[in-house]
């Protein structure tokens, strides 16, 4: 199995980079920030609403 986890940012849909608990240092920065919807800009991740 995969050791593979989403990414810790809350409302972030992409999978976490190997090594880190984000995908991004985007995530990472925005990780005590209030926010709705996800910016860091991965296809399929940016603007995403849920
Ligand atoms: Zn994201
Ligand atoms: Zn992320």
Not at 17 to 34: H, I, N, Q, R, V
């Amino acid at each position: 199995m995969s050791t593979s986890s989403k990414c810790a940012h809350t409302p972030c849909q992409c999978p976490a980079a190997p090594g880190s608990k984000y995908c991004s240092t985007f995530c990472e920065d925005s990780k005590d920030l209030t926010t709705l919807e996800c910016d860091c800009g991965h296809t399929g991740c940016a603007g995403q609403k849920l």
